[in-house]
């Protein structure tokens, strides 16, 4: 019922919210277009809401509506076939979508380094990821973290056959943990932690894939080669309008979860949101850059991440970052205490 509710609800609210501060004549002047987040709306998706209500993405000519996602996979393959303008989705996912033939590309990374994690209860006495060996972990098979699970297991000497996964739907991996069905489960180190400990009131504690070898881009922005083609000049705007609003939402996150709590009504509860938005800050930027607005990323990791994918993931025949990303729509910035800014376009 939870799903079946949710996207008409969200999608009237939104127009509603729209319609409600736009003036009808000035409305009809917008370019409507179609946003497919990589999940149900929680934490990491505040900014998109906030930036709806205070106006960012009308300033910029756009009427934007934004979509539920199934998961990373299938929102590229919805903006791969046209479903939808623009989507939010992890980036090795991208990457794996592209190596298969769907004609999209990233136009910007928001989350910079990995958050994926390994989570459980502290006191099941797991320190290190070797302590995960004959562990049970909870996962969906096909979403983002599942993919990269081998990745961060041979980086540090385990295979998949060292633990025992347990198939959950998305939904279910809070539970099977909570019940006791698994010792662990993988998931976005912002994402179920606030929730699980809202619900059991006990503390998690976690593996960081970043803390222990395995780091990468993650969740970003991707849209269609062709719009990229043909309207380069809403890619621009959209791109604009996102990295403003995931900057005013870091600034005032109390007021930005505040805005998404009311607006959706089937997010997670507004204290949850904040905390949920709150970690996810801390994956904004990576070394190269730091004080940089969000969203603009450096070929340079781009390269580390395809050189990641490429030892730990078997992604054969990487290429270039330039076959996934497209740096050009990065809007020029000065960067904080007068550094250099590196090259934002990918590297042939």
Known sequence: MRHNRFFPLTVVLILVLMLGAIPATAQDDLELAILILNWLPYGEHVPFYYGLEQGYYAEEGINLIVQPGGGSGRTIQAVGSGQGDFGYADTPAVIRGIGEGIPVRSIGVLLQRNPSAVQFFCDEGIETPQDLRGRSIAVTPGDAVYQTLPAFLTANGLTVDD???????????????????????????????????????????????????????????????????????????????????????AANPEEAAAVMSEQVLEAPAEDVLLHQWQLATEFLHSEATEGWPPGINAGEDWQATLDILAEYAGLANPGAPSDYWDGSFAPEFEPEMGGEVPATEAAE
Not at 180 to 202: C, M, N, Y
Not at 213 to 240: C, M, Q, Y
Request: hydrophobic content about 45%; aromatic content about 6%; proline content about 5%.
């Open 163 to 249: 633990v025992e996964l347990v198939n959950v739907d998305p939904a279910g991996k809070i539970a099977a943990l909570i019940e006791g069905r698994a010792d662990t489960l993988i998931g976005f180190a912002h994402d179920q932690a606030p929730t699980i400990e809202k619900l059991s009131g006990q503390e998690v504690c976690m593996l960081r894939y970043p803390d222990f070898g395995v780091d990468f881009l993650s969740s970003g922005l991707l849209t269609h080669t062709d719009t990229i083609t043909n309207k380069p000049e809403l890619v621009a705007a959209f791109l604009r309008a996102t990295i403003r609003s995931w900057e005013e939402a």
